[in-house]
């Protein structure tokens, strides 16, 4: 079974400052692995992916993300955080197993500080 | 503009009525999801669609009742709904595993 976690569920950061959001997941082979973002009211908005290749992957809106399988984490960075990148990120792992579906981790909430 | 419409925005029912939610993609996608958001709650998955088949039912009550006519419309039809089923409904699409999720904005319903 594939599973996700986020360990932080809120994150604060300043504006201008740098930020990375942890996951940690767990699947017995190779997952494919997203990030997603939600802010209010909205639906959930795919940032990043990987599932091959280089292990640091280049998002939308100046994300990126690095697998790293020793650890079983691809945790999400960007170097400087804008007011508006406050919302809540979601990690996901997938595989072609399983239907298909992709397991959600609970999410972290980033508010950014003037 | 998502690729992924769902309508209505927002929905009040009570708890006798029957209303019915619809999701719509024109992404050429082949698989179909419905997800429940609850405040505070994590990401439920309710029901999956594969080339219009329901391949996934997650133990969801029946006053939820999916229906999926073709690969790019697919439905939620509820009926005599509790307020606790008052969150946000998600539906999302998918071409292939690797590639993610397309999700639209959702559908917001409270139930009085």
């Known amino acids: 079974a594939q599973s996700v976690t986020q360990p932080d569920i809120h994150i604060t950061v300043s504006e201008g400052a740098s930020l990375e959001l942890r996951c940690n997941y767990s699947y017995g082979a190779t997952p494919y692995l997203f990030w997603y973002v939600q802010s209010p009211g909205q639906g959930l908005q795919l940032l990043l992916k990987y599932f091959s290749g280089d292990t640091l992957v280049q998002g939308i809106k100046g994300f990126e993300a690095e697998f790293k399988r020793s650890q079983s984490s691809f945790n999400l960075r960007k170097p400087s955080v804008h007011w508006s990148d406050a919302a809540e990120y979601f990690c996901a792992v997938g595989a072609d197993t399983n239907a298909g579906k992709s397991t959600f981790g609970d999410g972290t909430t980033l508010t950014v500080k003037p | 503009e998502t690729g992924v419409t769902q309508t209505p925005r927002h929905l009040v029912m009570g708890m006798t009525n029957k209303k019915s939610l619809k999701c719509e993609q024109h992404?050429?996608?082949?698989?179909m999801y419905w997800y429940k958001q609850s405040a505070k709650k994590p990401l439920e998955l309710m029901f999956v669609y594969n080339f219009k088949e329901q391949t996934e039912n997650n133990s969801v009550p029946s006053r939820f009742s999916p229906e999926c006519p073709n690969s790019s419309h697919l439905f939620l039809h509820l009926h005599t709904l509790q307020p606790e089923d008052s969150a946000l409904y998600l539906c999302?699409?998918?071409?292939?595993?690797?590639?993610?999720?397309?999700f639209g904005s959702g559908t917001r319903l409270t139930v009085v």
């Open positions: 992404l050429g996608h082949n698989a």
């Open positions: 999302a699409s998918s071409q292939v595993p690797r590639n993610g999720y397309t």
